[in-house]
């Protein structure tokens, strides 16, 4: 009876919150208090050093979550026999700062070994890359684990590339169970940091969005044959403030100085549109909309309970035997040869 009672109560709770069923706030309240502390400090005194961490962890924590689920699947290395979504097209060379979920990831193993997921690392990192550039503060639940497949071809098939208009985009999103407006607002996160100019001015600069921009990140611009013959060059996406968190994205974008074809598109369907000047004329509305949104896709197909690991080195998925190990400590009279984890 107190059973059921407080599970109709958990239940309800979840459905306000709007939080899946396993995932909860404080999930590492026992288990590790310090969690969000040290993963808070480890992103701001990066972020100290090099301003450019925000928006490249708030990117990861996107990339994880639309491939596999949020599962720190992009934080994988590839191996001799698999090439791991972080060597595929989307994510290299453009995601950055991969040391910096390490650095948490050690700091973390120090103090509670085997609790903490990488996935849940990087949706801290996240929030904190937000709240660091000037976004508005939310709670994250936790208790996602860690997956032990990343595969290159998946993250190419899976990510909006930035060459998509309208009704992709919003098919893309969709395929993940988020809104034409969680698309709209989430795509914001360009208030923030770079592009490599090969991501839109075409790998012969044959794309149709040749800017020559004079507000780049070192000075520069984007030349012509930049993607060929500069490929770590890189341009703000956000030329007005380029490393605040602020609406300044929207207001680029209604100015027709939306980098991507992907960003324009926003202009080019009524509902959208309306939904961009929206958030031109309100940026205290946008960044409501924004943590919310980050909420859902934070929530994507995450793995939890027994399913999956807590990765040890989030470069790494464990070894066949840790993984039974846990299953094992989990149910102490089942036998070793079925104590092999799934997925
Ligand atoms: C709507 C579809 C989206 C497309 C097509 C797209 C595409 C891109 C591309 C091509 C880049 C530049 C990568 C490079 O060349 O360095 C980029 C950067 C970035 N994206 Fe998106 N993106 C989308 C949505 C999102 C979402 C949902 C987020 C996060 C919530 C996000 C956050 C970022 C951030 C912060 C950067 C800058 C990364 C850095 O400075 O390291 N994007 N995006
Ligand atoms: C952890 O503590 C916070 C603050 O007291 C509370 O809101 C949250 O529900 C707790 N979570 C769990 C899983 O204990
Ligand atoms: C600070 O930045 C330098 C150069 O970008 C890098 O070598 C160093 O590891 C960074 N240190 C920290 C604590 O992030
Ligand atoms: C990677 O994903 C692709 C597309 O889903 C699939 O065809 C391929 O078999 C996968 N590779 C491995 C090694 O599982
Ligand atoms: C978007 O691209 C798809 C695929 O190329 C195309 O079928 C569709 O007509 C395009 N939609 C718009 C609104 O341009
Ligand atoms: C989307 O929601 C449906 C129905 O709840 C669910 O079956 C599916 O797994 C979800 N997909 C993702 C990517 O979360
Ligand atoms: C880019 O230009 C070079 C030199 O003209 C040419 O060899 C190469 O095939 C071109 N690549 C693409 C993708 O067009
Ligand atoms: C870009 O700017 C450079 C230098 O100002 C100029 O030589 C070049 O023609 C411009 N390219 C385009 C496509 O406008
Ligand atoms: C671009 O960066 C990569 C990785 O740091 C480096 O190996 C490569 O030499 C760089 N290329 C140029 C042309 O600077
Ligand atoms: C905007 O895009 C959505 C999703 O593709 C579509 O359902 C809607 O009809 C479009 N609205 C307009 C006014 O074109």
Redesign the pocket.
Known sequence: MTTRCCLVVATLLAALLSVSASL????Y??TCPSAETIVQQTVAAAFTNNSGVAPALLRMHFHDCFVRGCDGSVLIDSTANNKAEKDSIPNSPSLRFFDVVDRAKASLEARCPGVVSCADILAFAARDSVVLTGGLGYKVPSGRRDGRISNATQALNELPPPFFNATQLVDNFASKNLSLEDMVVLSGAHTIGVSHCSSFAGINNTGDRLYNFSGSSDGSICPSNSGRFFPNTTTFMDLITPAKFDNKYYVGLTNNLGLFESDAALLTNATMKALVDSFVRSEATWKTKFAKSMLKMGQIEVLTGTQGEIRRNCRVINPANAAADVVLARQPGSSGSTGVATS
């Open positions: 909860e706030f404080g999930f309240n026992k």
